[in-house]
């Protein structure tokens, strides 16, 4: 049997991702209930804003109306189609006892997702990660995220500092995780991000196996887009051993 090494959050969190383009006759909301009410506990998604302000969940900038690309950006809310969830309709529909990790490439979006958080009952805020592919980005949030988590999310090849000064620089400028392509991560790696008290993430993962070796390093929590692989593994990873 492997080892097994601890993560900093115990359990893990086990992310189901969003699917990035759902098909417009379906309910863009439907697989992530099912996906909760099966055992994952959390959700990531990407986070766009319609022309009037109001956060929604698609994984590309545009969406596809008729034979035509529109970008989100210059819809009105009430033209975006219903294929393209609100961030509002997700605490509406599945309340707010889940992770929620996000990712934004617009800083506008940051204090409208907030905003939408501290509407939600419970401990929203808490729960919510704020992801960027951008740390220095990432870390100009700390002000507004309040209680919320930041996370760098990119790639190890892109980490041209090295993993120690980068994780040196994240827990100085306040970013709380990295994110890293399932492939990146290997027991030191963990190591070296938790002894600057920063969590792990991993994902998107596809198959069991990678996710049970992942949760055996030490990562702090793991996504994929099939949620009934992420809640097996994680039932065999309730934490260190």
């Given amino acids: 049997m492997a080892p097994r090494y601890p993560s900093l959050l115990v359990p893990p969190v086990g992310f189901f991702c969003l699917p990035g383009a759902p098909h417009p006759d379906e309910d863009p909301l439907a697989p992530l209930e099912a996906a909760l009410l099966d055992g994952a506990t959390g959700v990531t998604a ?6 009037d302000g109001d956060p929604v ?8 109306m008729g034979l035509r ?5 210059t819809m009105p809310t009430a033209q975006v189609p219903a294929h393209v969830a609100r961030l509002s309709q997700l605490y509406e529909r599945c309340g707010s006892g889940f992770d929620l990790a996000v990712d934004l490439d617009d800083d506008r979006a940051v204090p409208r997702v907030m905003a939408l958080a501290r509407e939600a009952a419970g401990d929203a805020t ?7 592919s ?8 700390r002000a507004m995220a309040g209680d919320s988590r930041l996370v760098d999310a990119t790639r190890l090849r892109r980490v041209d ?3 120690e000064r980068r994780a040196a620089n994240l827990a100085g400028a306040g970013v709380d995780a990295a994110r890293l392509h399932e492939s990146d991560w290997n027991a030191g790696l963990c190591a070296l991000f938790h002894r600057f008290g920063l969590l792990a993430l991993a994902g998107p993962v596809a198959h069991r196996r990678q996710l049970e070796t992942l949760l055996d390093l030490g990562v702090d929590a793991v996504s994929s887009e099939h949620a009934d692989r992420l809640v097996e593994a994680l039932a ?5 051993v």
């Fill in 236 to 240: 065999e990873h309730p934490g260190p």
């Fill in 161 to 163: 500092e090295g993993a």
């Fill in 46 to 51: 990407t986070v766009h804003l319609s022309a």
């Fill in 57 to 64: 969940l698609h994984g590309e900038a545009t969406v596809r």
């Fill in 134 to 141: 951008d740390w220095r980005r990432a870390a100009s949030w």
């Fill in 69 to 73: 690309r529109r970008p989100l950006a």
């Fill in 126 to 132: 808490a729960r919510l990660w704020l992801c960027s």
